[in-house]
């Protein structure tokens, strides 16, 4: 696929891309063509060999890590050796004294108020504007929907009145658990009222009041009749919508017709593992997104059940409070952007000497270009902040860079400095046990961290690839490793002062139709100072938001305040078996696992460009993967070949065996390309074995170098 490149200000950009930058992102910015080109050229050209040194180091201190565990092979493993030597390589940075972030200007969405957080791909219109609308859900659809109440018949099309009761009954529980009636039940309202903006709610025995009068807020009227009233528990409100005409209100003596809650609290709009994003093209189509959102007109046209529908933004939610004043709430999660890491570059844009521009350098000046429309609306923040979410970078350097990337594009697009917020990802273990120091050197933008336990497992595997071999997938969540990282996170985030100004998060549920699982277990990201979490749907935001009124998260952080350090010889632990005893069966079952999951991904991927799939285990249990799930399963799989647990003839089998299941469960869908009984004409099933193949010798087991060049081979 030839491209027509445009040279100017020494570089070379393609026609497609220098033609939306200045026909489309830069017109209402105040930003000229000339000096947004003239800028990016000059920090491009001014940073690409300090990214291209960082990702040396990284390469270096994996040979020396490598070395370390050859040498010392036939020993018995000795802690303090390692630490000094990690120490001496630079791999572990010293720890400097305590301090508190400085990071000004954010949203409540960020500092005050706990909730799901959405991650979605932004390359899709439709689904983008799914999660940034799931600020507000209906309690009754989500419960309805989902395993959360049981059945004895399958969910159907046709309305069942028994679950729809059973519905209204679980809601009136939430109501009583969150919004205790003096002396009565939420069950035993039968009419509900606004006197003189004040609340009244009728039984059969009189009226009774909330207990806590300061969790309602307002009302709602619509032709004179009240249409809704607000509540408000630990920052997030509840909307009770009266309709006693409804089809969903008959069940109900109060005319109660469903109950809206407050849901998915932030979104990140993701350019980095949801996606596949390889050229110019794609790129574009990510940013054209991202840009329609920032400008508020972002719409989708879609058909469903024969019907031709439109997506769009949704407004604010007026009411009237109980002083009678004209309010609103914001209708829409806040809007985060996660750009790509440090190491991929992209064809869009050509350097003066014909490389590629770093990826990450072309997302930070590009997102921030099209948030600018926001910061003169405000229709995402309104305290005149852009959110950018950076992931994969390895120990404070890279933070560093990171944080002087940042200041140059607010310097070349006329911003305030510390306008842009940056999010760290604790996803690697380099910055995983340097988290203090990572955190001081973007003291005065971070507005986040999370833990992300696949692509730390990934990174866990491929660092200590030389140490012998991983326990299995399954294991890893048990490990000792694994509790002091999650734990290490939080404590860092509270002594860092981040309870009441930043994000402490934790990561994604995967399963997205086992809803009643994820609501008995998701609750400990809660109990473990989580004050956001990510969530696969909006559904499953709505059902994860009544985990934040069950625990008040702030009063959580003031008691996990005082939890001990998390020690260093923990964290360092590595996951790895002495002397496996593990059968050929047992070994068979956690590589079919492994590859059926990489296959099943990766062909999506590579023959249609979907970066994020739900993709059915060897169970017919639908899994979300992206790229962090890939990195493990592949990781894996490289490391027992390594090790010798399994061979390459005995993997190779396993992946056809594999590719035949994953045809099989793709067979409805017309776009799909079968990876079985020619293999060797596959490049899905190609990539997939070189994935697993070429594993040890991926940078820091990263699995973009392969898709990205897989991806490309096949859109030419």
């Known amino acids: 696929m030839s491209k027509k490149y445009i040279n100017f200000h020494n570089l070379s950009i393609s026609e497609d891309f220098y033609k939306f930058i200045n026909n489309e992102a830069i017109p209402g910015t105040d930003i000229s063509p000339d000096k947004f080109w003239e800028g990016l050229s000059k920090i491009s050209h001014e940073l690409n060999q300090k990214n291209i040194e960082l990702l040396r180091k990284r390469k270096k201190l994996q040979m020396d890590i490598d070395r370390w565990h050859l040498d010392n092979l036939e020993k018995e493993f000795n802690f303090k050796d390692y630490k000094l030597y990690l120490e001496k390589i630079g791999y572990l940075n010293k720890e400097g004294p305590d301090f508190k972030i400085q990071t000004k200007n954010v949203d409540k969405e960020i500092s005050s108020i706990a909730g799901p957080q959405l991650v979605v791909p932004i390359m899709n219109a439709r689904y983008a504007l799914n999660a940034a609308n799931a ?96 509540l408000k528990n630990n920052n997030l409100h509840v909307e009770i919508i009266i309709n006693p005409s409804a089809f969903s209100a008959k069940e109900d003596p109060a005319g109660i017709s469903d109950i809206i809650i407050e849901s998915a609290i932030s979104t990140i709009c993701d350019h980095e593992d949801s996606v596949a994003a390889v050229d110019s093209a794609d790129k574009i189509i990510g940013y054209r997104n991202w840009l329609g959102l920032m400008k508020k007109n972002l719409i989708a046209e879609f058909e469903k059940d024969g019907k031709k529908l439109i997506r769009k933004l949704n407004p604010n939610r007026n009411y009237i409070s109980k002083s009678g004043k004209k309010e609103n709430l914001h209708g829409r999660a806040l809007l985060l952007n996660r750009n790509v890491g440090h190491l991929m570059t992209n064809s869009a844009v050509l350097l003066q000497d014909g490389s590629e521009i770093p990826e990450g350098i072309l997302d930070a000046f590009v997102t921030s270009l099209c948030a600018i429309h926001d910061l003169k609306n405000q229709n995402n923040s309104r305290t005149g902040s852009i959110y950018i979410v950076k992931p994969k970078q390895h120990g404070p350097e890279e933070t560093s860079f990171t944080n002087l990337l940042f200041s140059k594009v607010e310097e070349i697009l006329g911003l305030k400095e510390f306008t842009i917020k940056c999010g760290i990802m604790d996803e690697e273990r380099r910055t995983t046990v340097n988290l203090k120091e990572c955190i001081r050197s973007l003291k005065d933008r971070v507005f986040f961290i999370n833990t992300g336990f696949l692509d730390r497992t990934g990174d866990e595997m491929h660092t200590s690839m030389e140490a012998g071999p991983m326990i299995k997938k399954g294991d890893m969540k048990t490990s000792s490793w694994i509790k002091a990282y999650e734990n290490n996170n939080v404590n860092v985030g509270l002594h860092c002062g981040f309870s009441g100004v930043a994000q402490i998060g934790k990561g994604m549920w995967a399963m997205p139709d086992n809803m009643a699982d994820m609501l008995k277990q998701k609750i400990s990201h809660l109990e473990d100072g989580a004050n956001c979490a990510w969530v696969p749907s909006p559904t499953a935001a709505a059902l994860h938001a009544l985990h934040y009124h069950d625990i008040n998260i ?79 399963s592949s990781q894996q799989i490289t490391n027992w070949l390594y090790h010798g647990i399994c061979s390459r003839k005995q993997v190779l089998e396993i992946m056809k065996k594999m590719a035949k299941i994953v045809d099989e469960q793709n067979k409805h869908d017309k776009l799909y390309q079968k990876m079985s009984p020619t293999y060797d004409k596959s490049i899905a099933f190609k990539t997939a074995c070189e994935l697993v193949f070429q594993g040890k010798d991926q940078p820091s087991g990263y699995t973009e170098p392969l898709l990205h060049l897989n991806r490309l081979i096949k859109k030419n």
């Open 554 to 632: 702030f009063k959580k952080h003031t008691e996990l305040k005082n939890r001990k350090k998390v020690k260093l010889e923990d964290l360092l632990s590595i996951p790895i078996i002495k002397k496996p005893n593990w059968s050929i069966e047992e070994i068979n079952n956690e590589i079919s696992n492994s590859a059926q999951t990489i296959l099943g991904y990766v062909v999506r991927w590579i023959d249609q460009g979907v970066g994020c799939s739900k993709v059915p285990d060897i169970n017919n249990i639908g899994l979300m993967e992206d790229r962090a799930t890939l990195r493990i």
């Open 135 to 230: 600020r507000w859900m209906s309690l009754y659809d989500s419960l309805y929907g989902t395993d959360v109440i049981s059945s004895e018949e399958s969910i159907s099309e046709r309305y069942d009145p028994e679950r729809g009761l059973q519905v209204i009954k679980y809601t009136k529980k939430f109501l009583d658990k969150n919004f205790k009636l003096k002396n009565s039940s939420w069950e035993k309202i039968d009419k509900i009222s606004i006197k003189d903006h004040n609340l009244n709610l009728h039984t059969e025995n009189g009226l009774v009041k909330i207990e806590n009068e300061e969790k309602y807020i307002g009302y709602r009227i619509n032709k004179d009749k009240i249409s809704a009233i607000i």
